[in-house]
């Protein structure tokens, strides 16, 4: 982490889990076991039911809640979509867009990621960014043409002002949910990769100022060595999110 120059952001992505009850007291119990940490912006992303529980409980705390998806019209014939206003309309502050498991899933593209980035700055959100490749991908030797294409694509007509509500979250695609996480100097040289595509889009001083998180299997175990790079401003993490001691053991390694 590179304190100096860009905050450090710890956000956990909670998937399809706990019902609006559990999120409310999730947050209970983690927000005391969180508080006065604030060397890093602590966020939990949690299903669309649980976000006004969980806006309620984290009232008056230094926990922040965000969305893990968001449409990119304002409205209109999209059932079961969410639109950016109706986040903001809650209080969301951080939305996730792009991950793996969307784009697996779901069907989303290069190209409707940018179109979900560019709805969500519009109307004044956190964008947590998601890129990775997969373990094929690696194994070829094209994990940098592959975050490369990925950043250039999602942040096409994004403005230097707006990225600066932009997180980029590096998630190998092959160490989501595998078990499988990559080195301290695998993760580090990715984030490296990809500041070096901001400085190319942005300048040099965007590009130090942009928070680049590793996601993929971070746990309380192996975080102090990931967060110990210089390049790794931080996590998006999955199932370590989900009980509060593990996620208070990353926050304290964000410290």
């Not at 992505?13 to 602590?42: H, Q, R, Y």
């Not at 092959?174 to 580090?188: F, L, P, R, S, V």
Request: net charge negative.
């Amino acid at each position: 982490m590179n304190t100096a120059t860009r905050r450090t952001v710890i956000a956990g992505n909670w998937k399809m889990n706990k019902t609006p009850s559990e999120a409310a007291a999730f947050v209970k119990e983690l927000a005391p076991m969180v508080a006065g940490k604030d060397n890093c912006d602590i966020v939990a992303c949690v299903p669309f039911v649980c976000l006004p529980a969980a806006l309620e409980a984290a009232k008056g705390t230094n926990v922040q809640i965000g969305a893990q998806n968001v449409h990119f019209e304002k409205s209109g014939a999209f059932t079961g979509e969410i639109s950016a206003d109706m986040l903001l309309d809650l209080g969301v502050n951080y939305v996730i867009i792009g991950h793996s498991e969307r784009r697996q899933y779901f069907g989303e593209t290069n190209e409707t990621v940018n179109k979900r980035v560019l709805a969500a700055l519009n109307a004044g959100l956190k964008v947590i960014l998601c890129i990775g490749e997969l373990e094929l991908e690696r194994e070829q030797g094209i994990t940098a043409e592959i975050l490369g294409l990925q950043t250039k694509i999602a942040l096409l007509g994004v403005t230097a002002e707006q990225l600066k509500n932009v997180i980029i979250a590096y998630e190998p695609v092959w160490a989501i949910g595998t078990g499988k996480t990559a080195t301290d100097e695998q993760a580090d040289e990715a984030c490296g990769i990809v500041r070096d595509y901001i400085k190319a889009l942005y300048g040099a001083e965007a590009a130090e100022a942009t928070t680049i998180q590793y996601g993929g299997s971070m746990n309380a175990k192996n975080c102090a060595g990931l967060l110990a790079k210089v390049n790794v401003d931080g996590g998006l993490i999955g199932g370590a999110s989900l009980k509060a001691p593990d996620f208070t053991v990353i926050v304290d390694a964000a410290q």
